[in-house]
Each structure stands twice: as C-alpha cells, then as structure tokens.
C-alpha cells in the first residue's frame, strides 16, 4: 500500500474511537435550542426569540494556558476542561449574558482516545456547571509539532442577553460599592511564574506534600477554575448591577478598571483570607506585593459593582459575597490597602 497517513503519524481509527469514547459526556450537556448531535460539520443552535426581544451575542474565546503542563506532569487530565470553559463563560458572564453554548479545539502530539475523553469529559462538567450546551470541537493530531504527551486546549463559548441588560460599566457611579466572590484558587492565570517559583526556585515536585497547604503540590495547582454563573445569573433579572468584573489575567490591578468608568478609581480596603497556596508562593520566591496583585487573583475570583443598598441584599440573598471596597472619583486606577497602582 505504500507510505500511510498512520506511518505519517496521524491515526484516523484512534480519532474515530476518542469520538466514541466522548459521546456520552457531549450530549450530556445538550439543552433546548440544539438542532444537531455530535460529528455534524457545524453546530446548530436555535436562540429562543421570545425569551430575547433584542438579542445581543456575546462571545469569548480563551485557553488554559502552561497550567497543562501541570495536569500533563500528573497525568491527569479530567479537570483541566473545565478551566477551558470558566476562562471563556466567566468572561461573557461579565457583559450579563446567558451562556448558550461551547465549543473546543484540542491539539496533540499522539492521539490517545482516552486521554482526550477524559479531556472532554473536564469540558462536559465546565459546560454543565455553566448551563451551556457542547455542540461542537475539534480534535487535531499534530505529530513532530507537539511531543507525544503533549497537547493544548483553547475554548469558545458565545452567551445571549437583551441589548437594554448589557453590562459595560458605564453605569457605575462614584460610591458603589464592590462585592467579591472568592476564587478556589490559583484558577488559570499566572502558571509561567507558579511554574518558575515552584520547579526551578524550591524545586518542588507536583508529587511532593505540602504541609499548609493540606496537600500535594499538583493537586493544589490542578484545582479548577471556579464557574460563577449560578451565583451570578440569579442576580441579574433582580437587582440593579452597575458593573462586574472576572480576575483573571492582570489580576485584580488590572480587571477592575476594566469594569469601571474611566474617571472613577476602584478602592480595596478591606482584607479578606487568601487561600494558602498565594502566601507560600509568595514567601518561596520573595515575590512583590504589587507583583501578586498583579499576576494572581489572590483569593478574588469575580467582583460585582452596585449600589450600597443593593449590595446588602445581594448579601442576604448568599452569604458568598463579601464587601470589598467602592469606588471614587479617580482616573481609571485600582487602590489596594493604601497603594494606589
């Protein structure tokens, strides 16, 4: 028969049995308004008109970043999905869109059907944490382009929400205040520099315990990205929402002012209990205060921007939120404990 595509390194009887191997998971998170199952060239996704007077779509594409080389090391790749749905729902959740659906691109060196289902069904469980629906991916086998072991991940999840509920932050207001939502963890931003402390200044090993942390290194690190939309899509036909905000990459520094209008500044003054693993990198690697302002999230996942009022119901309704601090007038800046960056 000649040279092959599978002496090429690509083996098309592997994809087909990933495929196989991932279907459950896929239609497990299929809802009203899909038009099509899993294999189909496109996904089709039928928008409820009546529910939406003026429908406005909002999209959002992200990956999760050198945090893989994490769940490659332990070799375990079921929770990373979900960090590829939160980085892209987390994002459109902040303009106040529904979540509708999601899609994947998974690149790897050697296909390995179960370790791209276990892969998927991360994505299914980040999809169903979201309400959004898996209606299409792609799966690349890339040989000589990654290692054998290797692979990414990159997401895109598209959100409705009628044209008069957009959120943009132009209705915040000098003395709002902020209510924040705490993070599980590192979640999926600044891995090059928790790579770097962790593996080349304390050479740890993912497998190594870390006393206060009350775990292993890796399974620190491999913590999902925590998906805010059950908290938040609750809020949104019931209280008045100036502004919100997701703490991703630039931290809390840089998110914020993002969420803001621009002649107003954001003030943090009240301090809140960060999760362990940020003071133990820190103190490794000698970090900065505003380094890990502006890097991590530091125990702040999503941030939520009303009045005073608004937010003490806010709280009655889940406890979950706490104040933070508020804003004043100001040139589009954030104020940390007296610092202002």
Request: with cysteine.
């Amino acid at each position: 028969m000649g040279v092959s595509y599978k002496d090429a390194g690509v083996d098309i009887e592997k994809g087909s049995e990933a495929v196989e191997l991932m279907r459950d998971h896929v239609k497990s998170t299929f809802q009203k308004g899909v038009l099509t199952d899993i294999g189909s060239f496109g996904g089709l996704f039928q928008l409820d008109t009546e529910k939406y007077s003026q429908p406005v779509l909002v999209s959002g594409t992200d990956g999760v970043g050198t945090k893989l080389r994490i769940a490659m090391m332990m070799d375990r790749h079921d929770t990373i999905g979900i960090d590829a749905v939160a980085m892209c729902v987390n994002d459109i959740l902040v303009q106040g869109a529904t979540p509708l659906f999601f899609l994947d691109y998974l690149a790897t060196g050697k296909l390995d059907p179960q370790k791209i289902a276990d892969i998927v069904k991360g994505i299914a469980e980040g999809c169903r944490q979201s309400r959004a629906s898996l209606i299409g991916g792609e799966t690349a086998e890339m040989p000589d382009f990654y290692g054998k072991d290797e692979y990414d991940i990159a997401g895109f999840a598209v959100g409705v929400v009628n044209k008069d509920k957009i959120i943009d932050g132009s209705r915040t207001e000098k003395g709002d205040v902020m209510l924040a939502l705490p993070s599980t963890g590192v979640h999926s931003n600044g891995f090059s520099l928790v790579r770097k402390l962790v593996f080349d200044t304390a050479h740890l090993s993912v497998d190594d315990y870390i006393e206060e942390l009350g775990c292993t290194l890796g399974e620190e690190l491999l913590r999902p990205t925590k998906i805010y939309v059950e908290e938040i899509l609750p809020l949104l036909d019931r209280f008045d929402i100036h502004g919100m905000c997701h703490i991703t990459g630039g931290g809390l520094i840089e998110n914020i002012p993002r969420s803001i209008r621009k002649d107003l500044n954001a003030v943090i003054d009240v301090a809140w209990l960060k999760p362990p693993i940020f003071e133990y990198l820190q103190r490794i690697g000698d970090v900065d205060d505003v380094e890990m302002h502006r890097v991590f999230n530091m125990g702040i996942g999503y941030i939520v921007i009303t009045d005073q009022d608004t937010a003490w119901e806010i709280q009655e309704r889940n406890p979950a939120f706490f104040q933070i601090g508020y804003l004043e007038a100001g040139e589009g800046k954030t104020e940390i404990m007296g610092v202002t960056i």
